[in-house]
Structure formats: C-alpha cells, structure tokens
C-alpha cells in the first residue's frame, strides 16, 4: 500500500514538474508583454507613426485599408490593384505589426496612427477600411478622425463582441500562439494558408517579406476584450457598411445588432464565404469598396 501511494506522488510529481515549467514560461511572458504594453500605452501618442506616400492629386479622396491580426499593409496587394485609380490608397501597418513590430497592438496606439494619417492627407475626406482586427480598429479609431474628413466606414469580419468566452480563449490560447511563434516556420506556414485563400505568389512573398507576427494575435485580441464597439458605432454619425462572409458564424451571429447600432447601417454578405473576405474574395471585396466610396465620397462631410 505504501509503496503504492510512493509511486502515485512520483507519477503526479512527473506530470507536474513539467506543468509547472510551461505555467512559469507563460507567466514569464504575459510579464514581458505586460511591460511592452505598458510601454505602447504610455509612449504611443507621441510615436513618430511612418506614413506610406500616397500618389495622386493632394485632394484626392483617400481609402485607408486596415489589415487584420498577425500580417501587414501587403495584405491588401489583391484588393488595392483592383481599386479604381481615382482614389489615394494607403495601407497601414497597424502598431505591433511590420514596420511597427517594436511595439504592441493597441486601439489607443492605432487611433493615434490613424490621427497622424488624417493629418498627413488633410484636407481630403477618407474612409477606413478594415477586416478583422482591421474591421474593430476601424470602429475603434474613427472618432479620432476629424468629423469634416470622415465620410465611412467598411467594418468586414468585426460584428461580434468579445466578452467572458473571448477572455477564456484568450487565457488558453495565448501561451500557445507565443509557442507556436518560437517553434514553427512561420513563413512555410502561413504562405501556405495564404495559398488556401488563393494568393498567388509574388503577393504571398511580399506579405511574407513586409513581415508577419503571430506574437501580435494575442495581444490584439487582449486589447480588444470588453470593448463595446456597437456604442463606437452608435457616437459615429457616417455610412457604416458591415460585411461578413455567411459561413464566418461569430461575426453573423451579432450582425443584426451591429447594425441597430450605427446611425446609417448598409450590410453586404459574401456568401459560401468564411472569416477573411477580403483576402478570400479581393475582387469583389474590391468593388464593395469602390461603390461604396463613390457614394459616401460625394456626400457632404458630418458637421463639426
């Protein structure tokens, strides 16, 4: 019997010990990330954001392609070269991204890039475009727009809420993105994702080459938690159009509330379409766009 009980405590103490290392890892890096939050939260108003020239006449009305969690402004290489050539187009690195990977996602860091984006091309009007984080970050910024600049928005993949079952995803899968960053082949794995979605290869090299940061997932997403973004919606007084692919469930789930929110809702559905629609559908993604800004352009701009 005791040596029964003898072997049970040496079993349990196996399977513990290693438990205990990846639990103190974890720990060791929610810390890390912590101070490099802390460090965005404190020093991203007055970063020097970078800011991509923009060709075209000064006046020009410019889109602004927000991309989603993990990749880069090259993202949008399929949609951009589809847009019509009247426009000015300028795809961010969102802070924690590319160019920006010194430090972590944020919405206040992302508003203030978003601030010194309106100001580099003022007085022109624009509109944000986002999918996925790039979709909340475009609820999430708007404000910081001058209201006689926005004319709209395109949310696409970004019509559900991260509450309780979020913050538990995010408690579980954390530690295990910043494994799978340190472990893998990040390029082999995600070009291959990106050929899924049917990317040819000069575009999937370019977003490859810009940069991508499986690091900046979780952290995004920690960001984003709790925020009630349909009360974004509702202080925005512009076009909002809201996309979503049928097949992307969480973000259909919360559609007809995102949509009650915004002051002037337009909706669109890519259907037999999962999350990502602008990388999975660029050219009528694209024309999504062009419509829409061909109408909001031509309106006149919300009073100050």
């Given at each position: 019997?005791?040596?029964?009980r003898?072997?049970l405590?040496l079993g349990?103490?196996?399977?513990a010990?290693?438990?205990?290392?990846?639990l103190?890892?974890?720990?060791?890096?929610?810390?890390?990330?912590?101070?490099?939050?802390?460090?965005?939260?404190r020093?991203g108003?007055?970063?020097?954001?970078?800011?991509p020239?923009?060709?075209?006449?000064a006046?020009a009305p410019?889109?602004?392609?927000l991309?989603?969690a993990g990749?880069?402004?090259?993202?949008?290489?399929?949609?951009r070269?589809r847009?019509?050539p009247?426009?000015?187009?300028v795809a961010?690195?969102?802070p924690?991204?590319?160019?920006?990977?010194?430090?972590v996602?944020?919405?206040q860091?992302?508003?203030?890039q978003v601030?010194?984006?309106a100001?580099?091309?003022a007085?022109?009007?624009?509109?944000?475009?986002?999918?996925?984080?790039?979709?909340?970050?475009?609820?999430?910024?708007?404000?910081?727009v001058?209201?006689?600049?926005l004319?709209?928005l395109?949310?696409a993949?970004?019509?559900?809420t991260?509450?309780?079952r979020s913050?538990?995803?995010?408690?579980?899968?954390?530690?295990l993105?910043?494994?799978?960053?340190?472990t893998?082949?990040v390029?082999?794995r995600v070009?291959?994702?990106l050929?899924?979605?049917?990317?040819?290869?000069?575009d999937?090299?370019?977003?490859l080459?810009?940069?991508?940061?499986l690091?900046?997932v979780p952290?995004?997403v920690?960001?984003?938690?709790y925020?009630?973004?349909?009360?974004r919606?509702?202080a925005?007084?512009v076009p909002?159009?809201?996309?979503?692919?049928?097949?992307?469930?969480?973000a259909?789930?919360?559609?007809d509330?995102?949509?009650?929110?915004?002051k002037?809702p337009?909706r669109?559905?890519?259907e037999?379409?999962?999350?990502?629609?602008?990388?999975?559908?660029?050219?009528?993604?694209?024309?999504l766009?062009?419509d829409f800004?061909?109408?909001?352009?031509?309106?006149a701009p919300?009073?100050?």
């Open positions: 019997m005791k040596r029964g003898r072997w405590r349990l103490a196996v399977i010990l290693p438990l205990t290392a990846l103190l890892a974890a720990l060791a890096v929610l810390g890390h990330n912590e101070w490099r939050h802390a460090r965005t939260l020093d108003a007055a970063h020097a954001w970078p800011m020239a923009l060709p075209g006449e006046r410019v889109i602004v392609l991309h989603g990749l880069n402004g090259r993202a949008w290489d399929p949609v070269r847009l019509e009247r426009w000015r187009v961010l690195d969102l924690g991204h590319a160019a920006d990977r010194a430090h996602y944020t919405l860091a992302a508003a203030a601030a010194a984006l100001r580099t091309v007085p022109a009007p624009l509109i944000l475009v986002g999918d996925s984080l790039g979709g909340y970050t475009a609820m999430g910024t708007a404000s910081a001058p209201p006689a600049q004319r709209g395109v949310v993949g970004a019509s559900a991260m509450g309780h913050a538990l995803a995010y408690l579980r899968d954390a530690p993105v910043w494994a799978m960053a340190a893998i082949d390029r082999r070009g291959g994702l050929q899924t979605m049917g990317y040819a290869e000069p999937r090299r370019a977003v080459d810009a940069g991508v940061e690091n900046a952290a995004a920690r960001d984003l938690l925020v009630d973004f349909r009360a919606l509702a925005l007084d909002v159009l809201i996309t979503n692919g049928s097949l992307d469930e969480r259909v789930s919360q559609e509330d995102y949509a009650a929110a915004a002037r337009l669109h559905r890519f037999g379409c999962e999350h990502g629609v602008s990388m999975r559908r660029p050219a009528e993604f694209a024309r766009v062009d800004a061909t109408r909001v352009f031509a309106q919300s009073p100050t």
